[in-house]
């Protein structure tokens, strides 16, 4: 292999790499907004659950 065959290799798995975190990071994005979007649900349920048994 010649160095710029080897170089590119490199690249190329750098960039592999890269990739997988990328599609790790935006996982760990979507599971977040998951979970905050189901406590807001859960919040509001209890909410609204206090105020009519206040009534």
């Known amino acids: 292999m010649s160095i ?3 170089l590119d290799s490199k690249i190329k ?3 592999e790499k890269l990739k997988q975190l990328k ?3 935006q ?3 979507a599971r977040e907004r998951a979970k ?3 406590q807001a649900r859960k919040d509001d349920t209890r ?3 206090l105020i009519g048994s206040c009534m």
């Open 36 to 38: 905050d979007k189901e």
């Open 4 to 6: 710029t065959e080897t």
């Open 47 to 49: 909410r609204k659950i």
């Open 13 to 15: 798995a750098q960039e």
């Open 23 to 25: 599609a790790q990071r």
């Open 27 to 29: 996982a760990a994005l």
